[in-house]
């Protein structure tokens, strides 16, 4: 089977793991790098002698004859950058968020399915060990009815300079939910302060209602004295804590479920609540680099023997609860359909 | 100096503290012992022979003649029974929170300055070594600027019968938040969510406004797989975390502050992030009971040569901002004033 | 049943803690307390109305007529008290160690089978969920074959005045190792360092071969900067982690098994190994006091229809190592038989 | 300045990330690649088209004529191949431990000084934040007089085929050892046990004596359910542990001193111990990859500049405790001077 000819633009933070994994796949040939600074296509492009040069786009399109590119740009040029390769009928792997409006990533899903090209969304959580137990252990029931999701992501981190930091945290926990979930987000409510002089907020509280009932909270601050990532996944027969950054011990399992048992209800008007406090368990997790199974996935998809986790619809949806919570943000937490 | 003669009414979980505390104390005597259940009064009472015990109030002030009577029955009978102490010429130590509404809560206050009776609030948290701490942080200036404050209080723990969480969990929240902050509440957001059969909420988020514009978030659950008591206090110098639950290191100081230097803003239109990251610090606490702490500084107020950390006043504020949580509630996360 | 009337012979700080177990006791009637130091009796005996009062040991014999006896006192007085209280017709319950040495602990034994009394001691760990499950897992083999334990009992605590630390945290260790492999060691070798005026050994560390072949091996220590208790029992299949400390997982058990596969040993000269990594597992355990569940048995065993898991055999086996430990101190680390 | 020229002998586990950081420094121009194994020497290679790629030595020296040559191959060929770079005139940089025994070790160093070469020895923690901040607190005093030291360093990790696990492990702690405490070792008894075919010890206990009466403790395993790296260095004001596997706290610096204090020793024959339980501080640590640290001291060191961390003399003196350990396992636990 010949291999793909990948491209990746954009070489800063992000874009180099797609470099390394892309040149490290069988299934790909890197065959292009492109970024609008010389010296950063010079600095990465010299770990990948095969790989040509550029820095400018339309060049990179004819010379390098890509099949797949991936975008790992600056938000706010997802949408330009994706629809040239589109158009230049390159399959696109984009970074999250899809792109910075529902109308932008609308417009992307339509484009790819016009061309015949397919859309990839780099949800990298949903290629990993851990998120893909979780939702295992939701879709075989073992959780029971899932009760509520609390998660927190919290860092003193690099600040993003042009955005709140729902846009930057918050498409992690949501790619998350919507893949474990498997539900539409149907209302949003977000409450944000900012502690610094451009006025974004840098702290935020996101409140998400599915269409089923379930209801998920987010903590997401760029102001922790810590990082935290800790999501919790209560259920009616066991729980799941799911803490990216243990080692050891990134997913523990709860049997710690919890039985209403009401008896005489019209004597003593009271819920007796019996518990149930089992083991816990922490299963042993694949940890080969989420990149890797993705790339994997995505070869695939594209040949037709298998399908890829995140495609555009997916992001499109994250992006709607963006936009839906920035909304609510404006409008001091009033919940927002979307 | 003579001991003050004191009285515990209420012997479930947290009475016996009580009254072994009073035992112990110096400045106390334990004369009397009262709970509607008979088998409670003798079996706290065996330990405590000098005590007289009691299945009646007025039995109770008649015989006994407590100068403080210390309340640990239900909430719902907390106004009746203070009320009748007050009567009787005693002074009260009230379990939090002090009332069921504000308008018994602030009958109480009136009561108790009209009678020349102290009424005291146990906000156990606030005579803690950590607590202080905290607080003493704040006072000087050690956080500098307050950004926000995140509290985390959940566990698989006991279900009251008949209230919803924020009246279980929440008055340790707010008495501690009471004290540092030293700023009353002006607005309260309350979201919950019901997974038990009496439809009482069991999971709630509190988002509280301070009259100086700091904001404090709480997460509030009787359905987490684990149990956590977490705080985060967020400032522009350093922040602290309080984990109570953590043995050795209850409270971490982190001069990890963020200054904001904004250069160039006509041009670059970006705000310049400096990160500094220093040391964490984690503090030897006193760990003396906050029980023998509370009950000294009860008796040098009662004598005039002290004064206690929580009073009816105090207690008022929490169940005033209990009170405007559950109306937010039945609004469906609508803020409401307090 | 008729109860069984039972005394405690030392105040300090552990005998209070047996009083309030023989009180809290269906099956023993607390009818003494004795100490040489009268303020202890007083201080402890105001909680317990229905004991008598003792400073004297035969008076405690003669008025009292306790059926059995605990004998909290310090380790030196253990012979003289315990050897009184069998002549006296009675059982003894005895702290650990058993006696200072080998000799009086065989004296003992012997005098308690001579009277037809039941001679206890105070193995508290044995009667801990934590220790009977990870026994519970070696004899069903669920750790495969034991390859090694090693034990860290370490704090900045209490210095005994006239013991080297051996004698004040091994006798934990011992016993428990005692009950879990259920084997006699054989030899020990011990390396002690002293960092006090005094010159006893305030670190030490202990080699422990058992008749099998299995090895053990304790970190002891006063002078560490945190406390530690970890034992660490690994096997051919799994191991397990018994950290005391924790509160929620005080047991580990690890499927990380190894397997050795040797495969053509003659060319490569080379073990290879596999290695299988399994899921951890921290099962719910028994948390009632271990002293509740002791007294209960111990009850059983006088009476007949039960069987205690620590018994004066038991208790001279551990004094058996402390004393052949003490020798290997003597003798810079030389292995000595026991 | 001109850049020194360097090459890389060996590219299996480590040797890559020398590779890396050679061509990474501002100080080295990574010349050449050398390996026994073709495709070892491509794969890497394919990622520095600058350096040339070898399978022999000789051919190495001869055409990419380095100035530097770093040995990243198994132990046994060290010897061998950091006489024949020395002789071709090359420094030399080699992986821990130098040698497999004490008289190879010595004649890398009089071979080195012979032909005026460097030999350096990566000791890699010895040029880490972390190390370098305890030796840092050493010597201040800060810890006061050194007590003890512990250190755990266990894991179910990879065996090496063909040595004990002293040879895999102890270099690591010996070499901290050695550039914080500064001194000697003196004696040396080690005990081991082997639970695999090959019988090589894969778990030992090491006990160190150093010059000036400090005693450190090694355990070392291959079989630990769980990777532990834990020192803890114990003083007479304060103590250090250091967790190498935090990410965040790596370092704790606990006020914890004991301060002894003897009075009326005649009457009382007792040791009065007065505890100071003080703060815990966890301090910043740069964070720089050590690598990259090491190769800028290597270069001063090589341009009369400054001096390196870890020379053959350092490195023998770890050859030389190893080899009285393997003398001391195979006593059964002697004690062997060294």
Chains 1, 2, 3, 4 share one sequence.
Request: net charge neutral; aromatic share 8%.
């Amino acid at each position: 089977m010949s291999k793909l000819k990948a491209a990746v633009v954009g070489l800063g933070y992000w874009g180099p793991n797609l470099a390394r994994n892309f040149q490290a796949s069988p299934d790909f040939d890197l065959v292009g790098l492109c970024d609008l600074d010389t010296r950063r296509v010079e600095k990465v492009g010299a770990s990948y002698p095969g790989a040509q040069r550029f820095t400018a786009l339309a060049d990179l399109f004819q010379t390098a004859k890509p099949e797949i590119v991936a975008v790992a740009t600056p938000v706010a040029t997802h949408h330009a950058i994706a629809k040239a390769a589109l158009e230049a009928g390159c399959h696109v792997l984009c970074e999250k968020p899809l792109a910075s409006t529902v109308k932008e990533a609308e417009e992307l899903v339509e484009l790819a399915e016009k061309r015949g090209r397919n859309l990839f969304v780099d949800h990298t959580f949903t290629y990993t060990g851990a998120v893909r137990a979780i939702q295992g252990l939701v879709e075989k029931g073992t959780l029971g009815d899932l009760f509520y999701i609390d998660s927190v992501r919290i860092n003193l981190g690099l600040f993003q300079p042009d955005v709140d930091v729902i846009w930057d945290l918050a498409p992690h926990d949501l790619s998350i939910l919507s893949y474990v979930v498997g539900k539409r987000v149907t209302g949003v409510r977000a409450m944000g302060t900012s502690h610094n002089p451009r006025n974004f907020n840098d702290v935020a509280y996101l409140d998400l209602e599915y269409e089923n009932g379930l209801t998920a909270h987010l903590h997401l601050s760029w102001l922790s004295p810590v990082k935290v990532r800790r999501m919790i996944f209560t259920g009616s027969k066991s729980s799941v804590i799911f803490d990216d950054l243990e080692m050891s011990e990134k997913l523990k399992i709860y049997d710690h479920g919890v039985s209403f048992d009401v008896s005489d209800v019209e004597k003593r008007r009271q819920v007796l609540v019996n518990y149930r406090r089992g083991d816990m368990r922490a299963p042993a997790l694949d940890n080969k680099e989420a990149l890797g199974t993705e790339l994997a996935e995505i070869a695939a998809h594209i040949r037709g023997t298998g399908k890829a986790a995140a495609l555009g619809a997916d992001g499109l949806e994250i992006v709607r609860v963006l936009e839906a919570s920035q909304k609510s943000l404006a409008k001091d937490g009033a919940k927002v359909s979307t």
